[in-house]
Nanobody, 120 residues
Framework: QVQLVESGGGLVQAGGSLRLSCAAS????????MGWYRQAPGKQRELVAA???????NYAVSVKVRFILSRDSAKNTVFLQMNNLKPEDTAVYYC??????????????WGQGTQVTVSS
């Protein structure tokens, strides 16, 4: 079992910045995808940014350059620095982890979500 605890959402004006944090605890594999998704009202949940098991980072095209994903591996925590926020970034942001264990089906876990609202 993996638990994810998010923090850092809120209300900000366009052009502003926010930093999201997600701390993972429980049975965490050393090989995992960990990152952030978001879901705006009436839209599907989409990838924002995530680490790959190989150590790379995948970003959504819409956030590249503006958002920066980082992590503290010792604390199993990932951070999403969001700069130059736009109203279209308004959504509930979910932390996600997919654990890969040799010989077993990958297991997904989600955080409870944190609201990010960007006013124009």
């Amino acid at each position: 079992q993996v638990q994810l605890v998010e923090s850092g959402g809120g209300l900000v004006q366009a052009g502003g910045s926010l930093r999201l944090s997600c701390a993972a605890s429980g049975s965490i594999s050393s090989f995992n995808d960990m990152g952030w998704y978001r879901q705006a009202p009436g839209k599907q949940r989409e990838l924002v940014a995530a680490f790959t098991p190989a150590g790379g980072i995948n970003y959504a095209v819409s956030v590249k350059v503006r958002f920066i994903l980082s992590r503290d591996s010792a604390k199993n925590t990932v951070f999403l620095q969001m700069n130059n926020l736009k109203p279209e970034d308004t959504a509930v942001y979910y932390c996600h982890i997919r654990n890969y264990v040799l010989g077993k089906t990958p297991v997904d876990a989600w955080g409870q979500g944190t609201q990010v609202t960007v006013s124009s």
